[in-house]
């Protein structure tokens, strides 16, 4: 139980160009998603929570334009990093937080992950 | 504002030999505790997590984890080594409010054959 998917697992894409990656809760309903990026060899850096139906909130530092959040749905938050650049090349996680019998009170379930490369 | 402190980034064991892995943590209020386990190119999975019920707490794979308030701690250990537990292992701190976790540098555990 409390299984978070993400996709693409891994994705290469064009300097400038814009990528989404989808995060789904796919047994619980997600009230709240967390997205990460993380450096080799790095600890977890948070970049913003979303809250279904409503805008993210975006950790000091991170732009917001530049990595658009969406959560339509309990199920459902996308990560779009636009018009991207080498510098964007990283591993981002994403996490859930729910409800249900399946899901610990306030234990984020995370996603495999997403490896982005920037040519 | 949260922090947690693993000391050793690195730790190193024989198969067999006991794991034991340090986390302390600076919370104001009563904290939920969690030890997360990440294989290479992989996300976190849960090993447990600590909620104020029994200070010892029981996860998956063989790992404990005893939460000291005196001492501001939440060390995690396993008994007995497996070659399967080589992995880079995060500790990390909620206090509940927003759940955000505030997460340590990590420990990478290596295991000699």
């Known amino acids: 139980g409390a299984v978070v998917s993400q996709h693409p697992s891994r994705v290469i894409c064009k300097s400038g160009t814009s990528v989404k990656i989808e995060c789904r809760s796919l047994?619980?309903?997600?009230?709240?998603m967390f997205w990460y990026r993380q450096f080799p060899k790095q600890s977890l850096m948070l970049m913003a929570t979303?809250?279904?139906?409503?805008?993210?909130?975006?950790e000091q530092g991170v732009e917001k334009d530049k990595f658009l959040i969406n959560h339509a749905s309990l199920t459902l938050s996308t990560l779009t990093v636009t018009s991207a650049h080498p510098e964007d090349s990283s591993f981002y996680i994403c996490?859930?937080?729910?409800?249900?019998?399946?899901?610990?009170?306030?234990?984020?379930?995370f996603g495999p992950g997403t490896r982005l490369l920037v040519l | 504002a949260q922090s947690v402190t693993q000391l050793g980034s690195h730790v190193s064991v024989s198969e067999g030999a006991l794991v034991l892995l340090r986390c302390n943590y600076s919370?104001?209020?009563?904290?939920?505790l969690f030890w997360y386990v990440q294989y290479p190119n992989q996300g976190l999975q849960l090993l447990l997590k600590?909620?104020?019920?029994?200070?010892l707490v029981k996860g998956i794979n063989g790992f404990e984890a005893e939460f000291k308030k005196s001492e501001t701690s939440f060390h995690l250990t396993k008994p007995s080594a497996h070659m399967s537990d080589a992995a880079e292992y995060f500790c990390?701190?909620?206090?509940?409010?927003?759940?955000?976790?505030?997460f340590g540098a990590g420990t990478t555990v290596t295991v000699r054959a």
């Open positions: 996490s859930a937080i729910g409800q249900g019998a399946l899901v610990g009170r306030g234990t984020q379930y």
């Open positions: 047994d619980f309903q997600a009230t709240t």
């Open positions: 979303s809250n279904e139906g409503s805008k993210a909130t975006y």
């Open positions: 919370s104001s209020v009563p904290p939920y």
């Open positions: 600590y909620t104020s019920a029994a200070t």
């Open positions: 990390a701190v909620s206090d509940g409010g927003d759940y955000k976790l505030s």
